[in-house]
C-alpha cells in the first residue's frame, strides 16, 4: 500500500511516498515558499508557488517524474492540534475538515496550513481517502489534574486553556519501539521518553499511555529548545507588556529568540556544543541551563509514573548528540542511572541501550520516525473503514 504523507506548514509542504509494507521511502521533498512573491505573475523574481494548490500540482509532478504513475491508496496528514476531540487518527470527511478548521485559534500557525492541504488534496484527487493524524491525540490520556492549569475555570471552559501537549505521534511510536527493545507488552510500559528536536518536550509514559507531558496549551512550554524559551515566570509578560511591549512582540521573542538562540546566539545543538568544547562561556551555560531543565523534568516523571523502567533519548539531539545525553544523565545519578560512556559514543540508526549493566534503569535510544508512524496509521484507518 502506498501512502502519501503530508506535513504542511503556513508556507511549505513537506511530501513522502511510502510503501507501508515493505516500511520504505519510495521519494520524498519539501515545497518551500508557498504564497510568498508571486508565483510567477507579472515580471517580478518567482518564489514559490502562489498557494498550497499550486504545491500539490508541484508535489504531484515530482511524484510522477520519481515514479511514474504510482498508485496512491491513501493520504496521511500531520495535523497539529486535534483539541480535546480527537484521540486517534481518523478518516478524513467535511464535517472532520470542518472541525479540525474550528482548533484554528488554538494552533493558528499550523492548522489553517493543515486544512488548506486537505481541502487542495479533496479537490485534486476527490477519491483517495484521506486520514489526519493528530500531534496532540496521544496526550488524550493525560488525568485532568496532569492538563489543568490552576486558573479561573472559565478561562477552560470559555476559552480551552488547558494543557493538551505535542509531538504525540513521535513519543507513541518511540514508547512502541522501547517497549519492543526491553521485551515488554507496551502495556508494561512505564519510562520516560525525551524528544529533543529543534522543539522538545518530555513525555511520562504508564502502561504504554501518556500521562503527563512537557508541552502544555501550545509548543512553547516545558524545555528550553533551540529558539523556545519553555517555562518561564507568566508575571514577566505582564511587566513586559507594561513597558509597552506588544503581544507579537513578546511573541517572537519566546518562541524565535529564546532557548539556545537567546542563551548562546545559536539554535544548533551541534554548533553551541562545539562552541562550549571550545571554551565559550554562554555556549557552556545554555548547555548547562537546558540539561539541567530537562534533568528535573526526568526527576519529576519519574515520580508521575511511579518509577520509570527505562528513560528514552529521541529525535536530532537525543538521538546524536553524546555530549548532551552525558550532561543530563550526570544529573540523574540519584536515580541511580549510569551511561556506558562507550555505548554513548557509537553511532548507529538502530534503537539501542546506552547504560551499564549497573543502571538501576536502562537509558535508550531509539530513533523516531514520525513520517512513519503516520503512513501505518493511515493504513490502518483506511483498512478498517473498509472492512465490512
Ligand atoms: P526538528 O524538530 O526540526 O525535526 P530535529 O529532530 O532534526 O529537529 O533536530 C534538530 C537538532 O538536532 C538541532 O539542534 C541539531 O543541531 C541537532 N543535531 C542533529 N545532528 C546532530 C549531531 N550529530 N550532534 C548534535 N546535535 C545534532
Redesign the pocket.
Known amino acids: 500500500m502506498l501512502v502519501l504523507v503530508i506535513n504542511s506548514g503556513s508556507s511549505s509542504l513537506k511530501y513522502q511516498v511510502r510503501d507501508v509494507a515493505a516500511g520504505i521511502v519510495l521519494t520524498e521533498g519539501l515545497i518551500e515558499k508557498i504564497g510568498v512573491g508571486n508565483g510567477g505573475d507579472g515580471d517580478g523574481e518567482i518564489e514559490g508557488p502562489r498557494d498550497h494548490a499550486e504545491a500539490l500540482e508541484q508535489v504531484d509532478a515530482a511524484i510522477h517524474a520519481e515514479l511514474g504513475d504510482p498508485e496512491l491508496a491513501a493520504v496521511g496528514h500531520r495535523v497539529v492540534h486535534g483539541g480535546e476531540r480527537f484521540a486517534k487518527p481518523v478518516l478524513i470527511d467535511n464535517e472532520i475538515t470542518r472541525a479540525i478548521e474550528r482548533l484554528n485559534p488554538l494552533a493558528p500557525l499550523h492548522n489553517p496550513a493543515n486544512v488548506l492541504g486537505i481541502r487542495a488534496i479533496s479537490k485534486k484527487w476527490p477519491d483517495l481517502p484521506q486520514v489526519a493524524v493528530f500531534d496532540t491525540a496521544f496526550h488524550r490520556t493525560l488525568p485532568e489534574y496532569a492538563w489543568r492549569y490552576a486558573v479561573p475555570d472559565e478561562l477552560y471552559t470559555n476559552h480551552g486553556i488547558r494543557r493538551y501537549g505535542f509531538h504525540g505521534t513521535s513519543h507513541e511510536y518511540v514508547t512502541h519501539r522501547a517497549a519492543a527493545l526491553l521485551d515488554l507488552p507496551v502495556d508494561e510500559f512505564d519510562g520516560v521518553i525525551a524528544h529533543?528536536?529543534?522543539?522538545a518536550s518530555v513525555t511520562a509514559i504508564l502502561g504504554g499511555h501518556s500521562v503527563d507531558t512537557s508541552m502544555g496549551f501550545t509548543p512553547l512550554e516545558g524545555l528550553v529548545m533551540?529558539t523556545r524559551s519553555g517555562d518561564l515566570d507568566p508575571s514577566i509578560l505582564v511587566f513586559l507588556g507594561r513597558n509597552g511591549w506588544t503581544p507579537e512582540d513578546i511573541d517572537t521573542m519566546l518562541n524565535r529568540e529564546s532557548g539556545?538562540m537567546g542563551l548562546a546566539g545559536n539554535?544548533?545543538?551541534?554548533?553551541v556544543?562545539e562552541a562550549s568544547e571550545g571554551g565559550d562561556a554562554k555556549a557552556a551555560m545554555a548547555l548547562a541551563v537546558t540539561s539541567y531543565r530537562l534533568a528535573k523534568y526526568i526527576g519529576s516523571y519519574h515520580v508521575a509514573v511511579g518509577g520509570a523502567k527505562a528513560l528514552v533519548f529521541t529525535?536530532?539531539?537525543g538521538?546524536?548528540?553524546h555530549?548532551?545525553r552525558a550532561l543530563v544523565t550526570d544529573r540523574l545519578r540519584a536515580l541511580g542511572i549510569e551511561l556506558d560512556a562507550g555505548l554513548n559514543r557509537q553511532r548507529s540508526r538502530e534503537p539501542r541501550v546506552i547504560s551499564t549493566a549497573a543502571s538501576v534503569i536502562p537509558v535508550l535510544v531509539v530513533p523516531t520516525d514520525e513520517e512513519r508512524a503516520i503512513a501505518e496509521a493511515t493504513s490502518a484507518v483506511v483498512h478498517s473503514s473498509i472492512a465490512p
Open positions: 529533543l528536536g529543534n522543539g533551540g539556545l539554535n544548533d545543538m551541534r554548533s556544543v529525535a536530532g539531539i538521538e546524536n548528540s555530549q548532551f
